[in-house]
């Protein structure tokens, strides 16, 4: 038995909380209310031994601070998901799994009261996509530590030579392809145009990812399931347009993206084998030192590399009606779009002002911290997932970890603990502001985060690669992964089902 895994059975949490998004006026911060310190917390984390390892270097830190001592344990994933009950403290895991502990009830709703704690610092949190995936139903249940979504990683210098310019739709993206594949003997060393990651476990997660600004209509929460009937929606015309454009991206380079992971996309790019790829930067292999919170970043020589925000789409299709419509963008987003029609000359864009949506895909990895309902020391608890991740500490302990990314908007002083040391402090900067801007939007689409995603998500991975190798059409592909959908959510119970899934929109049923 896992020492932080329980097998008793738990109460049920009944704390009232309120939602982390919603209105920006000027915030009343609460000053925390310190409990008694207890002799120990204990915090569980899930399935990531860097940032396991990072941690460790700050118990002392911590214990010197609030005189308690601190107890980390390390679990895997398989461990979670069979427990019935959490005998750590706190708990750090991926935001993909909120649901099941929420559903099972093994964290507890965080109290309207802490949210507004100066600790939390919450004003400094991107919002509101920054931190929809710490809510489930209408209450937040969590805290975020970083959570990355897909951007464009490229080469600059051959972008230049091209007269490239990032694509701002899926249609300009497979104009660039095109044309950097025709330029592939003019590269030195560049083997590829693009690698997307297609391996077991992301080609589902790409997939959604580039349908997202496709399938994300202004007057519809759900996307992937019809919140009604529970009735899958991945084999509509959103989807199967997605699979159809990512297949022609990948013709050329099919193998090489049904192999690679993000990682593997990134290092292709880094080492000079690939022009393009869909990935994110990491810093986690560099973090090795004792964090120090006023620690200095030193840099070797930097690499040509620029990032853009994934593609977004100039329709959206409309559920009910079924049929595509043209984007309707806000002043904003117009604005933005002006100024990059005054690049278009000599590029591959048209120029015009078109308006497009841009929809970032959320919980594709990342890590968020909650409190466990079996704590004896809530607030305690809650205080150690404030100091973890706050503005002083967050900046040295999460970079540590690959499944994270900046969250905070003061990370954006200091964007290059976030990417590979090799990449220039130009580059970094212009990352952190993409991540800045995806999760400040009004709108997005998650992961699924219901009970039992991996069976869905897994689904949808056979059908992605089904469709790349040329074994199905993606209409056929898409269809026969929905029935599996159909299948999972019937046997778990529909009813249990929808009401989660209802929940992982931030609504309550």
Same mark, same amino acid.
């Given at each position: ?6 097998? !008793? ?41 860097? @940032?396991? #390892? ?9 214990? /010197?601070?609030?005189? &308690?001592?601190?107890?980390? *344990? ?11 009950? @959490? ?12 649901? =099941? ?33 710490? *809510? ?31 694509? +701002? ?85 099919? =193998? ?8 593997? =996309? ?22 090795? !030192? ?30 009910? %009606? ?20 005054? #690049? ?16 970032? @895909?959320?919980?594709? %990895? ?9 704590? *004896? ?52 900067? #212009? ?9 400040? +939007? ?11 995603? /991996?069976?869905?998500?897994? /689904? ?14 993606? &209409?056929? /592909?898409?269809? &026969? ?17 929808? &009401? ?10």
């Amino acid at each position: 038995m896992h020492r932080l895994l329980g097998l !008793a059975p738990l109460s049920v949490v009944a704390t009232a909380a309120l939602t982390f998004s919603g209105c920006k006026k000027p915030e009343n911060v609460q000053p925390a209310t310190i409990p008694s310190p207890p002799k120990s917390l204990r915090l569980l984390i899930v399935d990531d031994p860097a @940032l396991t #390892q990072q941690i460790g270097r700050v118990k002392g830190e911590w214990k /010197a601070r609030f005189g &308690a001592e601190l107890e980390i *344990q390390e679990e895997p994933l398989a461990a979670l998901a069979a427990a019935k009950a @959490l005998t750590a403290d706190a708990v750090i895991f991926a935001p993909s799994e909120i649901g =099941s502990l929420a559903e099972r009830r093994l964290i507890r709703p965080i109290p309207a009261a802490w949210l507004n704690r100066e600790e939390l610092h919450k004003s400094d949190l991107f919002d509101p996509g920054g931190l929809a995936e710490c *809510q489930w139903g209408e209450q937040t249940f969590a805290v975020p530590f970083g959570s990355p979504v897909f951007v464009l990683m490229y080469r600059r210098d051959v972008f230049e030579r091209d007269h490239l310019q990032p694509p +701002r739709d899926w249609a300009e993206y497979q104009q660039v392809v095109a044309k950097l594949e025709g330029h592939i003997k003019e590269s030195k060393g560049i083997q590829t145009a693009v690698i997307e990651p297609l391996a077991p476990g992301w080609a589902g997660k790409l997939l959604l990812a580039r349908a997202a600004s496709y399938a994300k209509h202004r007057d519809y929460y759900a996307t992937l399931f019809d919140k009604e009937t529970m009735a899958p929606q991945i084999d509509s015309p959103p989807f199967v347009r997605a699979l159809e454009e990512l297949i022609a991206a990948t013709k050329a380079t099919g =193998s090489a993206s049904l192999a690679a992971t993000p990682n593997g =996309s990134r290092d292709a790019v880094l080492s000079g084998r690939a022009a393009m790829a869909v990935t994110w930067p990491t810093g986690a292999q560099k973090v090795t !030192a004792a964090p120090s919170a006023a620690g200095a970043d030193s840099k070797p020589e930097s690499l040509s590399i620029g990032f853009a925000e994934l593609p977004g789409a100039l329709q959206s299709y409309n559920p009910k %009606s079924k049929s595509w419509e043209t984007v309707q963008a806000d002043d904003e987003t117009r604005s933005s779009r002006d100024h990059e029609n005054q #690049q278009d000359r000599g590029s591959n864009r048209s120029s015009g002002s078109q308006s497009r949506q841009s929809i970032p @895909l959320l919980s594709i %990895s990342g890590r968020i911290g909650s409190v466990t309902s079996a704590s *004896q020391s809530p607030e305690s608890a809650f205080r150690l997932l404030c100091w973890l991740s706050g503005d002083e500490w967050s900046a040295q302990i999460c970079p540590a970890s690959p499944a994270t990314t900046l969250f905070r908007r003061s990370h954006l002083d200091k964007p290059s603990r976030w990417v590979e040391p090799e990449i220039a402090s130009g580059a970094a900067k #212009q990352y952190a502001e993409i991540v800045a801007s995806a999760l400040s +939007r009004p709108q997005w689409i998650g992961c699924l985060r219901i009970p039992r995603s /991996a069976d869905y998500m897994a /689904a949808l991975d056979d059908a992605v690669r089904a469709a790349v190798e040329g074994k199905q059409s993606p &209409a056929e /592909a898409l269809s &026969a992964a929905a029935k599996r959908w159909q299948e999972t959510a019937a046997k778990i119970g529909i009813d249990s089902q929808r &009401a989660a899934y209802i929940r992982s929109l931030d609504l309550e049923p």
